[in-house]
């Protein structure tokens, strides 16, 4: 196939497989909130609820769509288009797969394998909170504007902490290729074995960087009625709500990459499976990992309660970013006692 | 041939939205257009091969001192902008400072060599690349940038807690 064509074809697949992953996360989420809350949860569209989803989509697309008067109409449009792009963008690099062979052709499952792989991803998430600060202030609404200077210097803050935890997982793997990184984790221990404290750094981070619970001050609905997005309706409200999904997911499937060995799972060769039979296990281990983080990031969410704003900002400043710097000084010890440094 | 109009694409964006930063009424509008003119620029790095700069060029610009430029613009609310008072001698020596710029700005160009530098390799601003050339042959100037980044942090930190205790 024409690699062109090809390249266009596994982003189709791979934005279709984040999208359909996100709505049923909406599912899911709300499943598990009823089950950690005694209840029911969504049961009457479909069997168990599971047409909700679709039932939620077409709610939100046929809800009347309000603009206000005095908004940035144009900005206002924009704010949700590019918190979504920024959502989407990210899950190019991700490995999903080792690639299929098929009449000798190879078809990967990793839409580009950059070389600088951690840095695109960095530089992605770096901009995501633009979608919610100018949704925030075309809205023309005190609390729109509160929650986007909230999302913005949370975001802020806790990229520091991020970037620095990162790098000590590029000093012990020596490349920022994902699909390096997935390989290097073939055989031997994943990351998170080397990497403990950078794994829980980057996992507090990208709670932070998701929004989600218990750092979900941009839309405190306690204080800022709906936060950035109080004057949204309709589907730009569920971009909004949508991408917080995706993000999730694709935040998930980072760390399963970065530090629980992406696809590889253990004993991985010694199944006696071979080629695409193997590539498709993979694949569908690694979707398990990120249900794994998935299940995870839901299970905070309805279990613990919100942070303080101030405390929010002590914990990024005053206790991960030292962390993460002291990991970044024991990783160099450590390499450099242990001779992997040349 | 997609490089060429990938770069004229390029150099439009960034100088129509250069020109938006300064004439836009609303200073949000003009810190959006900045942020687009970072964007176009990174893209020109990006088609010289220069990735790493690229990437950090995002990160650091648009992704971080960018946000913080809007942060402090919405925080402050400068939703009109108000008429600017500047008196003629001011004005006077903006053009003045602005015509020095020009000239310079023209000399430069007018001895700027045509073409791509020779002997320099394609992959040059690989990351591998620009990390030996940095650690190996630029060491020192380096590691005084950073005790230079590392001061003016220090002096940040010491002006803000300057008013609280």
Sequence with gaps: ????????????????????????????????????????????????????????????????????????????????????????????????????????????????????????????????????????????????????????????????????????????????????????????????????????????????????????????ESELVGGFHTEYSSMKLGFFLFAEYINMFISSAVMATLYFGGYNFPFQHELGLEGNALAIVQSLVFMLKISGFIFLFMWIRWTLPRFRYDQLMNLGWKILLPLALANIFITGLVMFFSGKLG | MLTEYTFWFLSFLAVFSAFAVILSRNPVHSVLYLILTFFSIAGHYFLLNAQFLAAVHIIVYAGAIMVLFLYVVMMLNLNQAEPQRTSAWAKFLGAGAAGILMLVMIAVIRKAEQGTPAGLPVNAGTVENLGITLYRDFLLPFELASVLFLGAMVGAVYLSKKEIT
């Design chain 1, 1 to 220: 196939m024409d690699p062109i064509l090809y390249t266009i074809l596994l982003c189709v697949i791979v934005f279709g497989i984040s999208l359909g992953a996100a709505a049923y996360m909406t599912w899911g989420e709300r499943k598990l909130a009823a089950v950690l809350q005694d209840r029911v949860g969504p049961s009457r569209a479909g069997p168990f609820g599971l047409l909700q989803p679709i039932a939620d989509g077409i709610k939100m697309i046929f809800k009347e769509e309000m603009i206000p008067t005095h908004s940035n109409r144009w900005l206002f449009v924009l704010g949700p288009c590019f918190f979504m792009l920024t959502a989407c963008m990210t899950s190019v690099v991700i490995p999903w797969g080792s690639g299929l062979t098929i009449n000798d052709t190879f078809y990967r499952m990793q839409v580009t394998d950059i070389n600088i792989g951690l840095l695109y991803l960095l530089g992605v998430v770096s901009i995501g909170v633009y979608g919610i600060m100018i949704g925030g202030w075309a809205s023309n609404n005190k609390y729109s504007l509160l929650g986007a200077l909230r999302a913005s210097s949370q975001m802020i803050s806790y990229e520091v902490a991020m970037g620095l935890s990162l790098i000590a997982l590029v000093m012990t793997t020596g490349t920022l290729q994902l699909g390096e990184i997935v390989r290097q984790q073939d055989g031997g221990f994943a990351n998170v074995v080397y990497q403990p404290l950078g794994f829980l750094i980057f996992l507090i981070c990208a709670f932070a960087e998701t929004n989600r619970a218990p750092f979900d001050l941009p839309e405190t």
